[in-house]
T-cell receptor, first 115, second 115 residues
Framework: AQSVAQPEDQVNVAEGNPLTVKCTYS??????LFWYVQYPNRGLQFLLK??????LVKGSYGFEAEFNKSQTSFHLKKPSALVSDSALYFC?????????????FGTGTKLQVIP | KAGVTQTPRYLIKTRGQQVTLSCSPI?????VSWYQQTPGQGLQFLFE???????NKGNFPGRFSGRQFSNSRSEMNVSTLELGDSALYLC??????????????FGPGTRLTVL
């Protein structure tokens, strides 16, 4: 069974500092990996995804994520945090090995950017 | 292009009642997935429909059911409501079915409160 772990319930970072939101996964076959963001009282919005190729993926709003196959990780990063980045972030994985694979989400990490 | 719409946005029901939630996907999207979001549990997968067929089902009791119509609109039904069913129910649409690397587009959700 596939799974996603987001080890931190909350991450606090000062505005202007780099941020990292951690994600590790377990899946059969090669993974399709996603990051979504949820602002208060709104649905989830897609940020970026990894399918294959370059391990560093760039997405919306200046976010990027690094795929590390040996560590089965897909950490979300941003060089300089903004107060407006404060939101709930979800990592998700979908396996690519045959059949109909559902998407499994992590439990989410609340990012708080402090002015 | 209009986004994913969900109706109603808010519902208050009492234990034992049943409820039907509706989701209209983005035009051209044939896959609709449903998720239950609760604090601390993240997003729990309910089911996915593609071209009117259920492709995947999560670990929820049979009280939770769904269907998809020929125009890709989807409904989910919860019968004999329990207090623990109180949650935000999210609908997501995607261009292709399970096993693909396409991201999902989420609606704003239906907030269900069971008293």
């Amino acid at each position: 069974a596939q799974s996603v772990a987001q080890p931190e319930d909350q991450v606090n970072v000062a505005e202007g500092n780099p941020l990292t939101v951690k994600c590790t996964y377990s899946v059969s076959g090669n993974p399709y990996l996603f990051w979504y963001v949820q602002y208060p009282n709104r649905g989830l919005q897609f940020l970026l995804k990894y399918i294959t190729g370059d391990n560093l993926v760039k997405g919306s709003y200046g976010f990027e994520a690094e795929f590390n196959k040996s560590q089965t990780s897909f950490h979300l990063k941003k060089p300089s945090a903004l107060v407006s980045d404060s939101a709930l972030y979800f990592c998700a994985v979908r396996g690519s090995s045959g059949g109909y694979q559902k998407v499994t989400f992590g439990t989410g990490t609340k990012l708080q950017v402090i002015p | 292009k209009a986004g994913v719409t969900q109706t109603p946005r808010y519902l208050i029901k009492t234990r034992g009642q049943q409820v039907t939630l509706s989701c209209s996907p983005i035009s051209g999207h044939r896959s609709v997935s449903w998720y239950q979001q609760t604090p601390g549990q993240g997003l729990q997968f309910l089911f996915e429909y593609f071209s009117e067929t259920q492709r995947n089902k999560g670990n929820f009791p049979g009280r939770f059911s769904g269907r998809q119509f020929s125009n890709s609109r989807s409904e989910m039904n919860v019968s004999t409501l329990e207090l623990g069913d109180s949650a935000l129910y999210l609908c997501a649409s995607s261009y292709t079915s399970s096993g693909s690397y396409n991201e999902q587009f989420f609606g704003p959700g239906t907030r269900l409160t069971v008293l």
